[in-house]
């Protein structure tokens, strides 16, 4: 396709679960983002990759959560551990060039989690 | 904590009034992007602005970025059903890959 993708679309876990989410960013495109939403919320800015290379993982909330691109292009996000308050849907986006501010980013569909 | 304040939260008009979303902050932004987003589905961009007192339009909506940059508004006329959706504002600097994110607007337009 030609958009962003995320998969699964929907992910119910036990609390306690290990969840991974993934992201197909659009052919091509350098930067790759992954935001958190909570509901009736603005997405959250989590991790940012440059190809391969993870630059920032500042919003990553805890040390349960896990972000790699090892080829540059599909991205997994992993929470270990899942607790009540992950529950939240996670945006993936991509962009050309260097993920700068001005640039536009494409968001896939999103993955919604909800943790029991 | 969401350095763009977006108001009003929730906006429910009928067809073919008008409606104003506000996008404000206290920090300068080097561009302001403007979002919608449909349930189910991620943010689509609908318009950047970069240049402060900058006006952009787009078919019915008109969008602007305050003098100062740290402010900026989306104005629809005559809106339609399909305008129905989560508004959100985006502020971004210069060499900082990084977007900020308002809370977010839901507008309903009833038929």
């Known amino acids: 396709g030609a958009g962003v993708s995320q998969s699964p679309r929907y992910k119910v876990a036990k609390r306690g679960q290990d969840v991974a989410l993934r992201c197909d960013p659009i052919?091509?495109?350098?930067?790759l983002f992954w935001y958190q939403q909570a509901l009736g919320q603005g997405p959250e800015f989590l991790t940012y990759f440059q190809n391969e290379a993870q630059l920032d993982k500042s919003g990553l909330p805890s040390d349960r959560f896990f972000a790699e691109r090892p080829e540059g292009s599909v991205s997994t996000l992993k929470i270990q551990r899942t607790q009540q308050e992950d529950s939240a849907v996670y945006l993936c986006?991509?962009?050309?060039?260097?993920?700068?501010?001005?640039?536009?980013?494409?968001f896939g569909p999103g993955t919604r989690l909800t943790v029991l | 904590t969401q350095l763009l304040e977006q108001s009003p939260q929730f906006l429910s008009i009928q067809e073919g009034e008008n409606l104003t979303v506000y996008c404000n902050s206290s920090s300068v932004f080097s561009s302001l992007q403007w979002y919608r987003q449909e349930p189910g589905e991620g943010p689509v961009l609908l318009v950047t602005v970069v240049t402060g007192g900058e006006v952009k339009k787009l078919k019915r909506l008109t969008f602007q970025f305050g003098d100062a940059r740290k402010d900026s508004s989306l104005h629809i006329t005559a809106a339609q059903p399909g305008d129905t959706g989560l508004y959100l504002c985006a502020g971004g600097r210069t060499n900082d890959y990084k977007l900020s994110f308002g809370a977010g607007t839901t507008v309903t337009v009833r038929a």
């Open positions: 986006a991509s962009s050309l060039d260097l993920g700068q501010g001005v640039d536009e980013q494409f």
């Open positions: 052919s091509g495109h350098v930067s």
